[in-house]
T-cell receptor, first 115, second 111 residues
């Protein structure tokens, strides 16, 4: 069956530009998570959605980062005025329940490079 | 704040030998401990998990043990094969909706 998809797979941008990263979760999964993974590091929690609501945005690194989810499905992570330290792989995962109790299904990630 | 420490960062074993990866967590309220495997260019994939009411769980060549008193949990892979080469992450639940992740262990299987 269809898994979690993310687009684009790679994004190279110039410092100061805005970028949008997209996540298509598994159909029917109510919870959706965004993580950031820097080279050789673990996963850093950014934000999660329950339906279209984001109960916990505490992981967003700065106000340049925002995310939305529409129709309980597709989610977009937007980074404004990108900085070089934003370079990382951004992973999306969907979960039938919640991450603290249930399996997370990850997409392949978007590799963001800020020049 | 809460954290999960994972050791070693790199582990190289001979094919057919066993591999053990260890994690320590700090939040005594954590009650769910999954292990994920990440292959190059892919997202992590769950390989096994354990809940706080269980001390050990096995699935073929993979087993996980949990010591809640010491706040330790470990992944054991027996009879390692080339396809086991990957990065492995442990995690511990924080509240019921979030995971705190270890930094990962790169497992190398030598032929």
């Amino acid at each position: 069956g269809a898994g979690v998809s993310q687009s684009p797979s790679n994004k190279v941008t110039e410092k100061g530009k805005d970028v949008e990263l997209r996540c298509d979760p598994i159909s029917g999964h109510t919870a959706l998570y965004w993580y950031r993974q820097s080279l050789g590091q673990g996963l850093e929690f950014l934000i999660y959605f329950q339906g279209n609501s984001a109960p916990d945005k505490s992981g967003l690194p700065s106000d340049r980062f925002s995310a939305e989810r529409t129709g309980g499905s597709v989610s977009t992570l937007t980074i404004q005025r990108t900085q070089q330290e934003d370079s990382a792989v951004y992973l999306c995962a969907s979960t039938p329940g919640l991450a603290g109790t249930d399996t997370q299904y990850f997409g392949p990630g978007t590799r963001l490079t800020v020049l | 704040g809460e954290n999960v420490e994972q050791h070693p960062s790199t582990l190289s074993v001979q094919e057919g030998d066993s591999a053990v990866i260890k994690c320590t967590y700090s939040d005594s309220a954590s009650n769910y401990f999954p292990w994920y495997k990440q292959e190059l260019g892919k997202g992590p994939q769950l390989i096994i998990d354990i809940r706080s009411n269980v001390g050990e769980k096995k699935d073929q060549r993979i087993a996980v043990t949990l010591n809640k008193t010491a706040k330790h949990f470990s992944l054991h892979i027996t009879e390692t094969q080339p396809e086991d080469s990957a990065v492995y992450f442990c995690a511990a639940s924080r509240r019921n909706y979030q995971l705190i992740w270890g930094a990962g262990t790169k497992l190398i299987i030598k032929p």
